[in-house]
């Protein structure tokens, strides 16, 4: 069954710090992992999109990391902001637009 | 400026009654889809279509219906088979990013609830 799997739920960390989301997929064919940042209350919007030949991808203080051994992703995101408070959703692709698979997300708190 | 529209943003409706959520694009993109989100879960596809006068269902299609009689609208009804239609829904589109890898681009979403 295809599935994404995210961790922690929720993350408290303080401005100017450092954190890693994780991500564990189990979609199959697996075409590509992409991370979404989602505000509260509004759409989704895409950070990173990786394909299976890719193991590093950055957008500014974000990089997205893809173990296609393991079946894992992560994202690294450097020097939190507080507008870095939202959740991120990482999304298994199978090739197939109209079949990806949303984790349910990792809420991220960023405090002064 | 480009970009998908949702309206409205807030929607109330009483048990029993359909409703229709608007979407509309101007992307210039075939693809378009609904999906619905819940507290806790990931997104779920409700509904999609590749071209105009063409859509798919998706894992939870019971109780919606759509129509894509134009490229830019997809327009999405819950109807009173819907059995928990309280939730917040997002219509997305897919475009060529590079490389031959598709973006999906969302709107700003319309949280629906149902007394």
């Known amino acids: 069954k295809n599935q994404v799997e995210q961790s922690p739920q929720s993350l408290i960390i303080l401005e100017g710090k450092n954190c890693t989301l994780q991500?564990?997929?189990?979609?199959?064919?697996?075409?590509?992992l992409r991370w979404y940042k989602q505000d509260t209350g509004r759409g989704p919007v895409s950070l990173t999109i990786?394909?299976?030949?890719?193991n590093t991808k950055s957008n500014g203080r974000y990089t997205a990391t893809l173990d296609a051994d393991t079946k894992q992703s992560s994202l690294h995101i450097t020097a939190s902001q507080l507008s870095d408070s939202a959740s991120y959703i990482c999304?298994?692709?199978?090739?197939?637009?109209?079949?990806?698979?949303f984790g349910a997300g990792t809420r991220l708190t960023v405090k002064p | 400026d480009g970009g998908i529209t949702q309206s409205p943003k807030y929607l109330f409706r009483k048990e029993g009654q359909n409703v229709t959520l608007s979407c509309e694009q101007n992307?210039?993109?075939?693809?378009m889809y609904w999906y619905r989100q819940d507290p806790g879960q990931g997104l779920r596809l409700i509904y999609y279509?590749?071209?105009?006068?063409?859509?798919q269902k998706g894992d939870i299609a019971e109780g919606y219906s759509v129509s894509r009689e134009k490229k830019e609208s997809f327009p999405l009804t819950v109807t009173s088979a819907q059995k928990n239609p309280t939730a917040f829904y997002l219509c997305?589109?897919?475009?060529?990013?590079?490389?031959?890898?598709?973006?999906?681009?969302f709107g700003p979403g319309t949280r629906l609830t149902v007394t």
């Open positions: 997305a589109s897919t475009g060529i990013r590079g490389r031959g890898s598709y973006e999906q681009y």
């Open positions: 991500c564990n997929y189990t979609v199959s064919p697996f075409s590509n």
């Open positions: 990786m394909t299976f030949s890719e």
């Open positions: 999304v298994g692709g199978s090739g197939n637009n109209n079949d990806m698979r």
């Open positions: 992307l210039n993109h075939d693809a």
């Open positions: 279509s590749q071209i105009v006068n063409d859509f």
